[in-house]
């Protein structure tokens, strides 16, 4: 399948090669057993010297984990939506395999989602939504008559701190929980400066502060280190790199993960 990908929308193929990466290991992190099956069919733009593979354990970690809180979540509601911002050519719905209460809702770019709409079969109860996240125009088309989970994996720092708010805004309306991540401002900086991201002629717009300022209103849950959790999920040489990373000044909040809900009365 060949579709024009621009800027951060290659994005997604990177991280789709690392739970191809990873499931195919000795010891998964994820075990994503559909993303080489995805990869194989798509014929985008080239990887080769552009892919982060030295990041699988990071990336697979904070699907994981991502992972884990929708299924808490859906434990807990069996009648629920499911927003999944950013996706990608995730295949996390199918990990999840949510049940028939669950109203599930992917949401990317144009070209990304005409891409998924080939590579995807329909799927009761799942909707495919081609927007910029940050336009208000769709979200109106979610229901808000039972519990939103709004998954944003990977997504944020792309986004500048407006385009932050946007999401942040709808995503803690009525019922709203956000499990997104985000980047501590100097990774920001530095992301820019990543052959990848280069290539891509993309960046790193916003930082974890954008999203603490943007969700002020709201209950801030939890806040992860993904960079501890990845120590954790990690043996041998590589969890001892990853834990000396974490003492470094800065280290640990390289990435986080947060969950925030809409507080109450708000
Ligand atoms: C790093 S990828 C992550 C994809 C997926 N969440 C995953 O973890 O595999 C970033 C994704 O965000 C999407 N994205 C970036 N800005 C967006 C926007 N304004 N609206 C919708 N999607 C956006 C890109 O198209 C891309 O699919």
């Known amino acids: 399948m060949t579709v024009q990908l621009r800027q951060e929308q290659q994005t997604m193929l990177w991280t789709l090669a690392m739970h191809a990466r990873d499931a195919a290991s000795s010891q998964p992190v994820l075990g994503d057993r559909f993303a080489a099956d995805l990869l194989d069919r798509v014929d985008g733009p080239s990887l080769a010297g552009t892919t982060l593979d030295g990041n699988t354990p990071l990336i697979c970690t904070r699907a994981k984990l991502i992972d884990d809180a929708a299924r808490a979540f859906l434990d807990r509601h069996d009648e629920a939506v499911v927003l999944h911002l950013g996706c990608g050519l995730d295949s996390r719905v199918l990990r999840l395999d949510p049940g028939p209460g669950v109203r599930w809702f992917d949401v990317d770019q144009e070209p990304v989602i005409e891409l998924r709409r080939q590579l995807y079969d329909d799927r009761e109860h799942v909707t495919m939504i081609a927007a910029s996240v940050t336009d208000p125009a769709w979200w109106s088309r979610v229901p808000d008559d039972v519990p939103r989970l709004v998954l944003a994996e ?17 995503a803690l309306g009525p019922g709203g929980t956000l499990v997104a991540d985000t980047v501590a401002s100097w990774v920001t900086w530095i992301a820019g400066w990543q052959p990848a991201m280069r290539a891509a002629d993309t960046g790193f717009r916003s930082s974890t502060a954008d999203l603490a300022a943007a969700a002020s209103s709201g209950t801030r849950l939890e806040e992860l280190s993904l960079v501890d959790a990845t120590a954790t999920r990690t043996g041998g040489l590589l969890s001892t790199a990853i834990r000396l990373f974490a003492l470094i000044p800065g280290g640990r909040d390289a990435m986080v993960l947060s969950t925030y809900r809409q507080s109450a009365g708000g």
């Open 154 to 170: 990977g997504l944020l720092m792309y986004l500048d701190p407006d385009g932050v708010r946007a999401v942040v805004t709808n």
